[in-house]
């Protein structure tokens, strides 16, 4: 075997490792606010959604951008000889300093202009919580080098673990924290305080575990000191790092546009502050369901770029194309059933998980959003691989303003039907853009109409099983009336049926080749089912 064959195997073996790694973080991120929101209701977790996408932008930032632009940014180096690793460490340098200014400088925003963004929040309570969430801020400029640092050696193994490691501190501390809180002093505001102070201490355990194993493997050495102009790396790395995690920080970007202006407008119209409260609460629980329903684009974003531009080198670009077009097949498959299947369930996933089936039309509507976001996590992860970031991150940005005007325009006339209804308004008008450049780019039919076609019936074929299910369920056993453990039964039940005739057209019907099923993550028994499925007879 050749070292270069070696080097890629190694890659890939990495790459997919970091991808099972943000698999697992993403849904452990989604299935902590579940408990978190039945311990401290609909009105705490409003208290919690309101702050944590301040907090989340940040890490989000240090983890999927800044990270990856200083791998990408030290990988550019040749890895031999001296004065290589003597700029490295110079680039390295200028770095750190420069994400240690925009940490203090965001800290203090953060932490001393705390009273000023509760107050815009029309919420003066929420300020001991940004106060708390503020030294997250603290811990990016060693998260980001050290996980820029191994990744640019091709050492995933440490980012993987610390992902992970940090994201089930975090949870522990959330969870347990909130139990204490909620069994003495019984304030929403304190467990909210808490899951800050949770998330603040994941960093920080991130931070350790990856110092432990720097100084367990990489060492140091004795370098010569050179001058490497500042200005040039500093532009790059803020340049690369806001580009690359645009789509990550999207959804977090329409939180803060929905925590600075759902409450707010509620209470101008005239709303008891409570029941604001509370409105503002059960329409964040759309949150856990639709980072669920976007966990398989997230693995394919993570795992698409890599092939996207080792492939994008043959064939004038073209080589990348079959593998795009995957990309976007598996992604609309699994968005359109989530979404569908989602919809369907509605009112009984929200009694199982929530204790509650209030606002299930709004939820439904809200969950939609798995489709257009589905698509911007994919295409902007293909644009990423042949280094088209500038456009994207302006879709993107249009994306948010729709999101803004949509939310100052349609919550007064339909409240929390309304904010839904813009989100879904600018993540469709992106996805289509998106779609749009892409083409230009390439001039690529992504999908066959036989593939549309056969989705339909698919998605069909689902609609008639779950709704026909629930008729005889409701029937034999009667109506669900927020009983925990009939929905339980019923969610399960409509669940296995509606996922199962999906399932079954797809494959009977061949939408994806079985060759097509190996190339995806976990889909060896898919491509098993669709064979025998499909034999002779």
């Known amino acids: 075997m050749s070292s270069q064959n070696f080097g890629m195997k190694s890659y890939m073996k990495g790459a997919l490792l970091l991808t099972v790694a943000a698999i697992i973080v993403k849904v452990l991120s989604a299935a902590y606010r579940v408990p978190f929101q039945n311990l401290v209701g609909d009105q705490g977790f409003y208290v919690y959604q309101q702050v944590y996408p301040f907090i989340a932008f940040f890490v989000v930032w240090t983890s999927t951008g800044f990270a990856v632009a200083i791998s990408k940014m030290l990988a550019d180096f040749e890895s031999s000889g001296v004065q290589s690793e003597a700029e490295k460490r110079a680039v390295s340098t200028i770095i750190f300093r420069y994400l240690t200014a925009l940490s203090l400088i965001f800290f203090c925003v953060l932490f001393f202009g705390a009273d000023l963004l509760a107050g815009f929040m029309w919420d003066a309570q929420l300020a001991p919580l940004l106060r708390t969430g503020a030294f997250v801020t603290l811990c990016m400029p060693m998260l980001a080098l050290l996980k820029g640092t191994y990744q640019a050696k091709a050492m995933m193994e440490p980012v993987a673990y610390a992902q992970v490691f940090e994201q089930m501190i975090r949870v522990s501390i959330i969870l347990v924290g909130t139990v204490i809180v909620m069994a003495t002093s019984q304030s929403v505001y304190a467990a909210g305080t808490m899951a800050m102070l949770g998330t603040v201490l994941g960093e920080v355990a991130g931070v350790i575990l990856l110092v432990f194993y720097m100084r367990k493997k990489l060492g140091s050495k004795n370098l010569p000191k050179i001058h490497v102009p500042a200005w040039p790396i500093i ?110 369930v509605m009112p009984y996933v929200n009694v199982m998980l929530f204790k509650t089936d209030a606002l299930s039309g709004v939820l439904m509507l809200y969950v939609v959003q798995i489709i257009p976001l589905s698509i911007i996590l994919t295409f902007t992860a293909i644009l990423q691989g042949y280094s088209k970031l500038k456009v994207p991150a302006g879709i993107l940005l249009i994306g948010i303003l729709l999101k803004i005007l949509g939310n100052l325009l349609l919550i007064q006339l339909f409240e929390m039907f309304g904010a839904a209804l813009a989100s879904n308004i600018g993540l469709i008008v992106a996805a289509v853009a998106l779609i749009w450049y892409l083409k230009r780019l390439m001039s690529v039919q992504l999908a066959s109409r036989r593939f549309y076609v056969q989705l339909v019936i698919a ?70 089912y669709q064979l025998w499925l499909n034999r002779k007879k």
């Open 459 to 528: 998605s069909v074929a689902m609609i008639f099983t779950v709704k026909l299910v629930a008729v005889l369920l409701t029937n034999i056993l009667g109506d669900v009336e927020n009983s925990r453990i009939s929905a339980v039964w019923y969610s399960g039940i409509l669940i296995f049926a509606g996922a199962f005739v999906f399932i079954t057209i797809v494959a009977k019907l061949r939408l994806l080749a079985v060759k097509e099923w190996f190339l995806i993550p976990l889909g060896r028994r898919m491509a098993t």
């Open 235 to 344: 532009k790059e790395v803020t340049f690369f790092s806001v580009s690359i995690s645009m789509s990550g920080l999207l959804l977090l970007c329409f939180q803060l546009v929905d925590s600075f202006s759902v409450f707010s407008m509620l209470i101008q119209s005239g709303m008891a502050e409570v029941e604001a409260m509370e409105l503002k609460g059960i329409y964040d629980r759309g949150q856990p369901l639709v980072q669920l329903g976007i966990v398989i684009a997230s693995s394919l974003s993570l795992a698409i770029v890599p092939l996207v531009a080792f492939k994008s080198k043959n064939n004038n670009g073209r080589g990348a194309i079959p593998f795009i077009q995957l990309t976007y097949r598996t992604a609309i498959l699994f968005a359109v059933a989530a979404a569908l299947g989602l919809i369907l």
